[in-house]
């Protein structure tokens, strides 16, 4: 499953994506409620952990605006506020669930695993394009038969193209979701991992290409 993170408290960001990445989710981390709104509108999330308490835009702003423009993700927000009055407000904005801080990592592991089941969702653990999968569960290529292991660094890079084959990714929005956002990683980087990936499709003799956008970024394609 893949889930967004919406956090601002660093160790507390930190340590949800621990608990959920070593459940095999797939997690991206923001820290303000622009940024989730950014990321909720480009790119497709089974869940949002959303706390309300954030920078720029509160959680309560964030969910209203999703649900307005009719994201229907599902949406646990996370809060130190015990009151009713804050509960109400934040379900009568548009989300699911609540859970009050500080948690228990299996009170949150239960909630995630009571919302999908809730939300009728089926959990991918692939991603398809053309004739080329990548799978989700162990860092693969797979190709009619054949596959190819991806580093952890590659594996970041494709899983962002491919949850986006339409969409010409630029460089910086790869080097923020696989290096992060106060890497010293630079465009030479991306260069390189995308020629890493580009031999591994040709290895396994897929139609499918990456194409380099000149100044915008990369995107899939098939070749005939």
Same mark, same amino acid.
């Given at each position: #499953?893949?889930?967004?993170i919406?956090?601002?408290?660093?160790?507390?960001?930190?340590?949800?994506?621990?608990?959920?990445?070593?459940?095999?989710?797939?997690?991206?981390?923001?820290?303000?409620?622009?940024?989730?709104?950014?990321?909720?509108?480009s790119?497709?999330?089974?869940? %949002?952990?959303?706390?309300v308490?954030?920078?720029?835009?509160?959680?309560?702003?964030?969910?209203?605006?999703?649900r307005?423009?009719? %994201?229907?993700?599902?949406?646990?927000?996370? &809060?130190?506020?015990? *009151?009713?009055? @804050?509960?109400?407000?934040?379900?009568?904005?548009?989300? @699911?669930?609540?859970?009050?801080?500080? /948690?228990?990592?299996?009170?949150?592991?239960?909630?995630?695993?009571? #919302? &999908?089941?809730?939300?009728?969702?089926?959990?991918?653990?692939?991603?398809?394009?053309?004739?080329? &999968?990548?799978?989700?569960?162990n860092a693969? /290529?797979?190709?009619?038969?054949? *596959?190819v292991?991806?580093?952890r660094?590659?594996f970041?890079?494709?899983?962002?193209?491919?949850s986006?084959?339409?969409?010409? %990714?630029?460089?910086?929005?790869? %080097? *923020?979701?696989?290096?992060?956002?106060?890497?010293?990683?630079?465009?030479?980087?991306?260069?390189?991992?995308?020629?890493?990936l580009?031999?591994? #499709?040709?290895?396994?003799?897929?139609?499918?290409?990456?194409?380099?956008?000149?100044?915008?970024?990369?995107?899939l394609?098939?070749?005939?």
């Amino acid at each position: #499953m893949t889930i967004l993170i919406v956090e601002d408290e660093a160790a507390l960001a930190g340590a949800l994506e621990h608990i959920l990445q070593k459940e095999g989710h797939v997690t991206d981390c923001v820290g303000d409620g622009e940024s989730a709104l950014d990321y909720a509108r480009s790119f497709t999330y089974d869940l %949002i952990l959303l706390d309300v308490m954030l920078p720029k835009k509160d959680g309560f702003a964030v969910v209203r605006q999703l649900r307005a423009e009719k %994201i229907a993700t599902p949406v646990l927000m996370l &809060t130190a506020r015990t *009151s009713v009055p @804050d509960k109400v407000e934040g379900l009568n904005a548009g989300a @699911d669930d609540y859970l009050t801080k500080p /948690f228990d990592k299996d009170e949150l592991l239960a909630r995630v695993r009571a #919302m &999908t089941r809730r939300t009728g969702e089926v959990v991918m653990n692939e991603l398809t394009f053309g004739d080329l &999968t990548l799978s989700l569960d162990n860092a693969q /290529f797979l190709c009619r038969g054949e *596959s190819v292991q991806l580093s952890r660094k590659e594996f970041e890079v494709a899983r962002l193209l491919f949850s986006n084959p339409q969409m010409t %990714i630029t460089k910086e929005l790869i %080097i *923020s979701r696989a290096w992060g956002m106060e890497s010293e990683a630079t465009d030479n980087n991306v260069e390189a991992y995308i020629s890493f990936l580009r031999k591994k #499709m040709r290895y396994l003799k897929s139609s499918v290409v990456i194409r380099n956008v000149q100044r915008l970024g990369y995107h899939l394609e098939t070749e005939a």
